[in-house]
């Protein structure tokens, strides 16, 4: 069920009822070969997925994010990101919650797609609660691969190093290939990127020239198959479906 397609009417009865989820992404550089949409487009398609097993309500994804850091495919090195400032997508993100829970929303879960969105919207969760309005509610708020193991990602991509090099990496472009292999036919996976030695912990200004010179991503994009983005999206769905319903 898509929160843009109710009435009026139906908003609080319907909300007070059932889960809403939250697609949050980013518009962000994503390497040589994949589009700029891919945090906007793995958030929108793992929560419309994960919607439908709930039975819950989808609202509109949240397209716009955080900026990227030096660490995370160069920052702002490379045209074509478009970013929030902190102060104000604080104030965005928890407008968006105020507005759901004034509307009668029991339960929120927020399913994030860009890793430098996090702690935004912890602070503006944290804001909403503050003034009172989680009593009697709840709000989960993760990233998808938070629920991962890393031992399942390692049986599927047989190496895996940790989540900070997999920016623009054989992951994102694995689930993209499962997920959207439509749009994928204009991306020809023979990107020049190759995994690079950096200590991720290290913000450098400027960007990292090993970044720099990576085309934006953090490592090899060799071996990514739809095959094994779908064994990850489908890992990915049942442990979130699992996580909201408590299990």
């Known amino acids: 069920m898509l929160y843009q397609n109710l009435t009026w009417k139906e908003t609080s009865s319907i909300l007070s009822k059932k889960k809403l989820l939250i697609p949050v992404g980013s518009i962000e550089q994503h390497g040589y070969c994949l589009p700029i949409g891919v945090d906007f487009y793995l958030a929108e398609a793992i929560t419309r997925n994960v919607t439908q097993r709930l039975q819950a309500v989808m609202s509109p994804t949240i397209p716009y994010g955080a900026r990227s850091l030096p660490n995370s495919g160069g920052g702002d090195s490379f045209p074509g990101t478009i970013y929030i400032n902190g102060d104000v997508l604080i104030s965005y993100y928890s407008n968006i919650f105020y507005s759901y829970l004034k509307t009668g929303c029991s339960s929120i879960s927020v399913i994030n797609a860009h890793w430098e969105n996090e702690c935004f919207l912890i602070e503006a969760a944290e804001q909403i609660k503050n003034i009172g309005l989680f009593c009697g509610k709840e709000i989960h708020i993760f990233s998808w691969w938070s629920v ?100």
């Open 148 to 247: 991962l193991n890393e031992n399942n990602v390692k049986q599927i991509f047989n190496s895996f190093t940790n989540w900070q090099f997999e920016h623009a990496g054989i992951i994102e472009t694995s689930l993209m290939l499962h997920y959207y292999p439509e749009l994928m036919k204009k991306y020809i996976i023979s990107s020049p990127s190759k995994g690079i030695s950096i200590n991720p912990n290290v913000y450098t200004y400027p960007t990292n020239e090993k970044i720099l010179n990576n085309y934006g991503s953090l490592s090899s994009l060799k071996g990514a198959c739809a095959i094994k983005g779908k064994k990850l999206a489908e890992l990915i769905e049942d442990e979130i479906v699992k996580l909201l319903s408590g299990g």
